[in-house]
């Protein structure tokens, strides 16, 4: 008795597995049925303008931007100019103590006059010896060490002369001007600072000439840096004034790469005009580098051309794949505009809608009599929504599909459609 019972229960199991499974089918089946609307999710090709661009980051920076320093050391005796001041070229910015540099000026000038004095020796001890020769009275050797003397002594005097000539610059150099005129946008030094000037010379000041003219460093990956042209327009933002837009034009395209962590980058140099002052140097600029743009254009959503359909078989996609690659995928079967020439209506052998081929080059499936044609296009430009379609069987007003809309199917992680599968419990 018990066995018949255990039987039994295999048998209804069964029998409910096999009842699911052929209602999941049956549903399949009759939503395979369904108006192309409840299927898939359309977008209509359009027309109008399109601008593609090249997105990059970078960071505001005036266009001439010196950095004052010193050729001497010491200490900050007196700071005549702060942060934002505005200065001229030739006024003083700074001063230095010059104890030191003095003392070396007054131990150049006794060196120098000592100098002289020898010399003033040297040229009596030759004149005299001259004299003696000439009544031979010294032999020709003591003329010849007299004019060797005097010889000494004037280029001790030329050497004294140009160590004081040292000391004195040195000790103009305590007093630093500005070399431009412009705005002092960093002071590096406080009042009571040493400076030292020994190996290389420290940046006391950094002074922008015109901040009425900016430039932007940015970084274009090298991926991008074949569309970037000297003269394209750059639009860019701020996070200083996120609503505003501003304008620039590429100035320069540095040839020099920049690797970082095996990423090659380029330096686009931007130049920008400033005249309100709003862009202060160090803003971080989020550009877009227009580089090429058309009018009027026939448009296609990129959705549509990464869209295929989920119930495609593999033998269709490759005998798509075959006529693509043997250039007759747009002309098979008299159609025109590069559409498939695989049927696009019509029932299969097992009574369901025939399913469409899926060729090669890019593609998009068009409501058509109640079924989605592959027709196939050239396209162009893109700026990340939408493509420009330069031929092509397509004309605006046409409905392209661009996402499946089945509720019998799943959507996977990756966006592609997975069939309904019934879980056996």
């Known amino acids: 008795m018990t066995r018949i019972s255990h039987t039994l229960l295999r048998l209804s199991a069964l029998l409910l597995i096999a009842g699911l499974a052929l209602t999941g089918w049956t549903y399949w089946f009759k939503a395979s049925d369904r108006p192309l609307h409840q299927r898939y999710q359309f977008e209509e090709v359009?027309?109008?303008?399109?601008?593609?661009?090249?997105?990059?980051?970078?960071t505001v920076n005036p266009v001439g931007l010196v950095n004052v320093g010193t050729q001497v050391s010491g200490t900050v005796r007196k700071l005549y100019v702060d942060f934002n001041d505005r200065v001229k070229a030739g006024q003083v910015l700074l001063e230095?103590?010059?104890?030191?540099?003095?003392?070396?000026?007054?131990?150049?000038?006794?060196?120098?006059?000592?100098?002289?004095?020898?010399?003033?020796?040297?040229?009596?001890?030759?004149?005299?010896?001259?004299?003696?020769?000439?009544?031979?009275?010294?032999?020709?050797?003591?003329?010849?060490?007299?004019?060797q003397a005097r010889e000494a002594a004037e280029a001790q005097v030329r050497t004294a002369q140009g160590k004081l000539m040292r000391d004195r610059a040195n000790l103009g150099y305590t007093v630093i001007r500005s070399p431009v005129s412009g705005v002092v946008v960093s002071r590096e030094v406080d009042l009571g600072q040493t400076v030292a000037a020994s190996f290389q010379t420290p940046t006391l000041f950094k002074i922008a000439r015109d901040l009425s003219r900016m430039q932007i460093d940015s970084n274009v990956?090298?991926?991008?840096?074949?569309?970037?042209?000297?003269?394209?327009?750059?639009?860019?933002?701020?996070?200083?004034?996120?609503?505003r837009r501003f304008e620039g034009r590429v100035q320069q395209?540095?040839?020099?790469?920049?690797?970082?962590?095996?990423?090659?980058?380029?330096?686009?140099?931007?130049e920008v005009s400033n005249p309100d002052l709003v862009l202060m140097p160090g803003m971080t600029a989020y550009l877009s580098i227009v580089t090429d743009q058309v009018e009027n254009a026939l448009l296609v959503p990129n959705a549509a051309?990464?869209?295929?359909?989920?119930d495609l078989k593999a033998g269709d996609a490759k005998s798509s794949d075959t006529k693509a690659g043997d250039g007759r995928s747009g002309a098979a079967g008299g159609g025109s505009g590069g559409q498939s020439g695989a049927p696009t209506s019509g029932r299969g052998m097992n009574g369901g809608p025939k399913r469409p081929t899926v060729p090669t080059n890019p593609t998009v499936y068009v409501a058509r009599d109640e079924a989605v044609v592959p027709v196939v296009i050239q396209i162009g430009i893109s700026d990340g929504r939408r493509t420009v379609v330069k031929s092509g069987d397509l004309k605006p007003g046409d409905r392209v599909a661009v996402e499946e809309l089945l509720s019998d199917r799943k959507q996977s992680p990756g966006g592609t459609q997975q069939p309904f599968r019934i879980r056996a419990f």
């Open 96 to 147: 230095l103590d010059p104890t030191t540099t003095q003392a070396a000026v007054e131990q150049s000038s006794g060196e120098l006059a000592n100098a002289r004095a020898t010399l003033r020796l040297a040229r009596a001890d030759e004149q005299r010896m001259r004299e003696l020769f000439a009544q031979e009275y010294v032999s020709r050797q003591d003329l010849d060490k007299a004019v």
């Open 253 to 270: 395209i540095r040839l020099a790469p920049i690797t970082q962590q095996n990423v090659v980058t380029y330096n686009v140099v931007v």
């Open 221 to 243: 990956a090298e991926a991008d840096i074949g569309k970037v042209r000297t003269g394209q327009l750059v639009r860019f933002t701020v996070d200083a004034y996120p609503e």
């Open 46 to 58: 359009t027309t109008g303008d399109l601008t593609q661009t090249v997105t990059a980051n970078g």
């Open 305 to 310: 051309l990464r869209f295929k359909p989920s």
